[in-house]
């Protein structure tokens, strides 16, 4: 493996082999070693599970690690070619990516979309760089695009409890309210990763909210090509019903992006975009999953995440075994 | 040992039991390992002897150490049940428990009283969540109300100059000046584990800068429990007189709580408030403390601080060698 | 070794044995360890090359390794003695510069001239204090005047492409345009460390643009002493010609210090001082050097830092090797 940028670029048999090596360490089936292996992880925006789950699976794998938090405009980079660079940017993407991977032998970036301009942001501008650059496996910890060592944990989650034979499985993606326009990595992520392996999947969403046209597209070839189905509905009853696993969501709308202050105001007649009892109970006893942070009582209530329905916990938990999976099949051996 | 957040909540063998810990560390002749336990370090607000200290103790003993800054506004968290979350909290305060302590087998947490509110803060409600909600044992790294690493290292420095015997010797805990009203916990942690331990204990400060009363209850408390003294004075003569120990800090006063405008116009009037020469002179010849950072010539004179009675690098030292013990009592084993 | 503040504290065989450390380093002929080390890092200036290779050489030595990002306002230490400190400061920098010196058996320090009043930043009193206070050896990671880590990597990146006999070598500095005024702390090392070794240096610069008259006639000194020369000139063809090394730095005018608008002013002027092809011509085949960051297509044309003849990532990396054959000839046996 040779880098981590989306699990959609990966085949069903991959994944599930990633899944296996993470589950045989939470386990503690093996402990392999990365002695002498460096990771440098690299933060243009804020994090809590991501940063903690990465130092601390580096750290119990016994190798280097070392986290800059470039906060927001602490060092900005230059992304464009040819340019004079005569302005605020003081170092160019390609310089730092080249230097970084001189030092690590495998560096994380974490490069939220910018949410101005979505045709630039759908590039993937700065984890692209890095991968063209820094001579070095790449691992996503959340780009404009994909969350991919989430979607892992996503997965990993469904298939503790439902088991490893998810084709078919009917599972819900629901857009919930927030009071902000959120990125659409996680959606993008495990909307992408659920049909790669065939699953049922109800995309449940007001109208606006679709994700972008090429992860749409996407989503669909993968759902028939591994034998599964996507729905894609604002009807509650088609979304929920039946279904073993709800997976909430906020995320802002293209209609609207880089136009923050419109899309609030739209938001207020979306206050029932809220996952509660009433709606949990179309569905076949499902389980609730949610990628955290999340804004309870907006767009969870209390008594569906504090339920023993909910395995939020788990699934947060499951993202350091994930990770630990994913450092070892790009640095082992 | 499940958890640290006050010394006054153990007894005079519990503490007595980790300062002996603590000096076998320091000493070279033990050397335990925590090798794959895992302590994660959350600061509210920042540390420079805190953070240093306890991320060089995890990694002395050879155990993982992830540290989180919160910084000041970028991770807001609800502290209030049922709440709908639609203002600027990002994340329920259970729910960032429940997770990180699924990482870490322990968890440390700095969280200052935010100075606006005494009845809000006195309910320490940062430390006890975290008591509540992660499943693992929280160290308290300084709250609201109490600093007991803190402490533990006061009680370690006058143990190593005055003996392990303390029970009635006189130690002056006194107010001193500043430009700034600042927190309570060192001082309420200092006068309740000197009490703990039946010390001949002088509480001098201004009119109106008593501690809360249930600080000041308890300490009486624990003063005749333990065969020691309480004395709660202005008068410098009776409160340095014979002492054998003098640790200043400032702190703000109850009674200005949330208007530090009106205190620093008060404070103008207590200058004289400052450990000098003079008043040492008084003292049986009495080692000086003080937790640090300090204002030089403010709280302290140069020559007092400077003095080879001067015990605060020592002090400093000793936070080290203390909060292994606590590390190591808490994941031992 | 005690410390590491300037190269030119040292002699040419000292350097010459850090660098041949740092080679054996570098091809994995020996790995020396560091076990039960502590190596703290104070930076009080934003930190991506410095930063990395000093935490991740500490772990590759399997040392323990701190580090503490002060910010611009979060720590402000008091420099002057005897003062009241009723002001802005919250700690004296003697009491800091102690209790890191408790915690940690070297202390590495970056703080940068603050470019408001050179008379007092080329004191270089924050490495000063902490050179005199803390009792423990302290390694310079840039201060006002001093880069020597970046000069000890720039000699080894000159030694491995010119062979290790550099005496009489022509090694051009050269000033270049830039939006803001730098420190010059890198040419100041660059210079006294090529100085050093007698190569034969040429100092390209505009007039208004020399360096710290100590320096300047410091580096006299040391090449007349080392059998080299020194030639000062703004003649490009002079500066350039024949040369086998081009290093490229901006850096701010002594005539403007602290007066940052009017520089500016006046190098809009200067911006035909790029390091161009047309510049490189004049040399004998020289290769290209930096330090990192830089500004593309103002300090140097992207078809020079871009050709087979820069050497600038080699020269980043070489930090890494470079400070840990520092570290481990301070922390060592």
Request: with cysteine.
């Amino acid at each position: 493996m040779n880098k981590l940028v989306s699990l959609s670029h990966m085949t069903q048999e991959q994944v599930r082999g990633l899944i296996e090596l993470a589950q045989r360490m939470k386990a503690g089936e093996i402990s392999p070693s990365l002695k002498d292996k460096n990771l440098i992880l690299l933060f243009f925006n804020p994090s809590l599970r991501t940063r903690t789950s990465f130092e601390l699976a580096m750290q119990q794998l016994d190798g280097n690690v070392v986290t800059l938090n470039t906060g927001g405009d602490t060092w900005t980079l230059e992304v464009d070619e040819n340019v004079v660079m005569d302005g605020s940017a003081v170092e160019h993407i390609k310089d730092a990516a080249r230097v970084l991977g001189r030092y690590g032998d495998a560096i994380g970036v974490r490069a939220f979309a910018k949410g101005e301009d979505w045709e630039r942001d759908r590039q993937d501008p700065i984890i692209g760089s890095f991968v063209t650059y820094s001579g070095v496996p790449i691992i996503n910890m959340e780009s404009s695009l994909y969350h991919p060592n989430q979607a892992l944990a996503d997965i990993m989650t469904i298939m503790e409890n439902c088991g490893t034979d998810v084709r078919g499985l009917p599972v819900t993606l629901t857009w919930a309210n927030h009071p902000n326009p959120l990125p659409m990595a996680v959606p993008n992520s495990f909307l992408l990763t659920t049909a790669l392996f065939g699953m049922d999947v109800r995309f449940v969403r007001p109208e606006g909210y679709d994700l972008d046209p090429m992860v749409m597209e996407r989503a669909e070839k993968l759902c028939s090509d591994a034998g599964g189905r996507l729905t894609v509905t604002d009807n509650v009853e088609e979304g929920y019903g039946g279904s073993r696993i709800v997976y909430a969501k906020s995320w802002g709308s293209l209609d609207y992006y880089g136009n923050r202050n419109e899309e609030k105001k739209h938001r207020k007649k979306l206050t029932h975009w809220i996952v509660d009892d009433e709606k949990m109970a179309f569905t076949d006893g499902a389980l609730f999953l949610h990628c955290l942070p999340v804004r309870r009582n907006v767009v969870v209530a209390d008594s569906v995440i504090d339920s023993p329905k909910s395995f939020v916990y788990d699934e947060a938990e499951n993202r350091l075994h994930a990770q630990k999976a994913v450092l070892y099949s790009i640095l082992g051996e």
